[in-house]
């Protein structure tokens, strides 16, 4: 189930902001500290923050398996992204600590994937969290999934 994707929001973002907010604090002990920190701040979606991804642009995305032992035999899969924030004015990386698993739609990005539009975190039966994102211009041009155990924020002056 989706709260605050463009289905929801585009109907009445009021209620699906409230109805999100529920589900967060409902399920708080699920999601790690940093996940639900981003998810439930005031700024991640307050689409004046010029820190918010919301028409952020995507500079960047790095799929990476760091490995360790004595043959590399150990690996983890982590995800990179950079963002362009709104305003030009600086960077938005996020890091996707052990992911699990990751689906990207991408079906109309020939002139790129143009806005951040919208997106949400959600808990997994597995004790991970997953991260939908949508991207979107005057068009849909993708959807992705990024489902792991852990997330980390950063901003960037430019």
């Avoid at 929001?9 to 009021?14: I, L, V």
């Avoid at 790095?62 to 030009?88: C, D, F, W």
Wanted: proline share 1%; with cysteine.
């Amino acid at each position: 189930m989706t709260y605050i994707l463009a289905n929801e929001r585009d109907k009445d973002a009021a209620s699906a902001f409230e109805e999100y907010k529920k589900y967060l604090t409902a399920h708080k002990d699920k999601f790690s500290e940093s996940v639900f920190k981003l998810a439930s701040s005031d700024w991640w979606y307050d689409f004046n923050n010029h820190k918010c991804p919301h028409d952020a642009w995507l500079e960047r995305a790095l799929i990476s398996e760091p490995s360790k032992g004595e043959r590399n035999e150990n690996r983890t899969t982590e995800v990179i992204l950079m963002l362009l924030g709104a305003n030009q004015d600086g960077y938005i990386e996020l890091s996707y600590k052990n992911v699990v698993s990751i689906n990207l739609d991408s079906h109309n990005v020939k002139l790129g994937h143009k806005d951040w539009r919208y997106d949400e975190f959600r808990y997994t039966k597995s004790g991970l969290f997953v991260h939908e994102i949508e991207w979107s211009g005057s068009n849909e041009t993708a959807n992705w999934e990024i489902e792991a155990e852990d997330i980390e924020y950063s901003w960037h002056d430019k």
